[in-house]
């Protein structure tokens, strides 16, 4: 009796009962390895590029001196004529704790920021920022980008948040 097995043109011959068992290999499948190139070696940190920074700010991965910002995370909702203060908050790392200055664009014809030069000021958690829709101010549904940039260190963080501007 002939057991096909697992590998390629293997088979077990049981004919002579379980104790002689032996294998044979079909002649085409086996191949002699002729030689064996060693793989080069390579060392990540001497073929690394060298990273730049750009205006004292450091690269990615330094969180201890980072921050990142809040939004709203439900749709905020601003009547024609009316105004909206929105919350933007800050979470710092562990060594950050300058001057946040908020920057806000995206926002459609008719829709103004209010706050004059909104900032996040050392040791605050959050800023608010006042939207105000004209009379005539698109309607719709919209999305605000909100900016957070420093004036000497961490990355600078982005967020958006979704508004709708409704009718009087």
């Known amino acids: 009796m002939l057991t096909l097995l697992g590998a390629v043109g293997c088979t077990q011959d049981t004919s002579e009962g379980p104790e002689a068992t032996t294998l044979a290999a079909r002649e085409q499948?086996?191949?002699?390895?002729?030689?064996?190139?060693?793989?080069?070696?390579?060392?990540?940190?001497?073929?690394?590029?060298?990273?730049?920074r750009v205006a004292n700010k450091p690269i990615a991965g330094e969180?201890?001196?980072?921050?990142?910002?809040?939004?709203?995370?439900?749709?905020?909702?601003?009547?024609?004529?009316?105004?909206?203060?929105?919350l933007i908050g800050i979470n710092r790392g562990e060594n950050f704790g300058e001057q946040v200055a908020i920057k806000v664009s995206g926002l459609p014809a008719g829709v103004t920021l209010e706050t004059a030069d909104p900032a996040?000021?050392?040791g605050s958690a959050n800023v608010t920022l006042v939207l105000k829709a004209a009379d005539d101010a698109a309607l719709g549904d919209f999305t605000a980008k909100v900016t957070g940039e420093?004036?000497?260190?961490?990355?600078?963080?982005?967020?958006?948040?979704?508004?709708?501007?409704t009718q009087k």
């Open 120 to 122: 996040i000021t050392p």
């Open 63 to 86: 969180a201890e001196s980072t921050f990142s910002l809040t939004v709203p995370f439900e749709t905020v909702t601003l009547t024609q004529g009316g105004e909206q203060p929105v």
């Open 29 to 52: 499948s086996v191949k002699p390895v002729e030689s064996v190139k060693p793989v080069e070696s390579v060392n990540p940190v001497e073929s690394a590029k060298p990273v730049e």
């Open 150 to 165: 420093t004036a000497s260190s961490g990355a600078d963080s982005s967020k958006e948040f979704k508004f709708t501007v």
